[in-house]
């Protein structure tokens, strides 16, 4: 199954972008809604900002063609409706599925793309927006992934054995980010810097601007991810301003898709072993790494890892920023505690790299 550009382009068009006022005028800022959630651009120099947008629509339609399950003509939709078997697919799609199944191996099977099934179960079966609220009927079973080793991924050809739905949450928003981010640069002849957020997944290309992109940590708000304005959305005091001079920021939160079932709480951060939202201490991890999906995926798994995600980041060698349910943060791997300062990330990619700090089934 391929994407065509008629589709992308008919995507691209469905939102368009607002401009963003900073009081910075050597930054030009724009957001609109994507994926789902909120997509926040900021790039220098100003006057390649319409190019910039450009390309980030086309990267971001295509990325949902290829792996949203809440489109019924997604690729991915397309391989629920099959029921297993042996695919082609996309490069697009193929990518995704490669660095899902990479990350759960670097994880140690904290995340895992064959959750699908466990979401479905717990009511988070169509876009968040249009789920009810505090539905009452009784939870069913709970639904235990799988396991990724089931899946097998030969170049384009993927494997999937009937009943497995893959689901790419832990990972897809990061790889859109780090897509998104290396489309701009290209755009814009390898000259300036980019910055893209996608619900907080920050990913950066170029040069950034001097002193570092500024970017606020999630707090206590359930707000979705980081800001990459430098203001904070949700009010004050509730985040932490840090400066990034390169590679990227994820952000994972109970807080922010969330929902009642039978009087229980639901959120989108399953465990996998269990099939039940993660109940661990954190209700924010934020994680800094080479690329997004590196840090996407630590972030999911420091939240189903609960008491051992300080133990498990510090092996990883990853900044982060961890906040409990009461308030307190644990600062680890060089995230600097004080408002301002600057992040270090370590020069390496495991999800791209094929080899990881973790590994081993669940």
């Known amino acids: 199954m391929t994407t065509t550009m ?28 994507a994926l789902g ?69 670097w994880t140690g099977g904290l995340t895992d793309p064959t959750v699908g099934q466990a979401l479905i179960s ?6 968040l927006v249009t789920i009810d609220p505090d539905r009452r009927d009784p939870l069913p079973a709970p ?8 899946v097998r991924l ?13 689901d790419l949450g832990a990972t897809a928003k990061g790889l859109g980010s780090d897509r998104a981010a290396g489309a701009v640069l290209a755009a814009t002849g390898h000259t300036g810097g980019a910055l893209i957020s996608l619900g907080g997944d920050i990913a950066t290309a170029g040069i950034p601007p001097r002193g570092g992109w500024p970017i606020l940590a999630a707090g206590q708000s359930g707000q ?27 952000t994972s939160s109970i807080g922010y898709r969330s929902w009642r079932r039978a009087g229980r709480v639901m959120h989108h951060i399953v465990d996998p072993r269990t099939g ?46 961890l906040v409990s349910h009461g308030g307190q943060v644990r600062y680890l791997g060089g995230w600097p505690e ?5 992040i270090e990330v370590p020069q390496r990619s495991w999800v791209y790299a094929g080899t990881g700090p973790c590994g081993g089934a669940r």
């Open 37 to 105: 959630t909120t997509a926040r651009l900021a790039v220098w120099p100003p006057d390649h900002a319409d190019g910039a947008m450009a390309a980030v629509d086309a990267v971001l339609a295509a990325l949902d063609l290829q792996a949203s399950r809440f489109r019924p003509d997604s690729e991915i939709s397309w391989l629920y409706r099959r029921s297993g078997g042996l695919f082609m697919l996309s490069d697009g799609l193929a990518e995704a599925v490669r660095v899902a199944l990479e990350a759960a191996r």
């Open 154 to 166: 030969d170049g384009p050809l993927l494997h999937l054995p009937a009943g497995v739905r893959l």
């Open 122 to 127: 717990l009511g988070y079966d169509r876009d």
């Open 276 to 321: 039940l939202p993660a109940d661990g201490p954190w209700q924010t991890a934020s994680v800094a790494a080479m690329t997004c999906a590196d840090a996407n995926a630590a972030a999911t798994a420091a939240i189903v890892a609960g008491g051992h995600a300080v133990d498990w980041l510090t092996d990883a060698g990853l900044p982060a920023r």
């Open 224 to 250: 979705d991810g980081a800001d990459a304005s430098g203001t904070d959305p949700a009010g004050a005091g509730l985040g932490q301003l840090v400066r990034l001079p390169r590679g990227a920021v994820a």
């Open 338 to 342: 004080q408002d301002g300062g600057h």
């Open 6 to 33: 008629t589709s992308v382009r008919e995507r691209a068009a469905a939102a368009p972008w607002r401009r963003v006022y900073t009081g910075d005028q050597t930054v030009a800022v724009a957001q609109r809604d």
């Open 143 to 150: 639904v235990p992934a799988p396991g990724w080793r089931q």
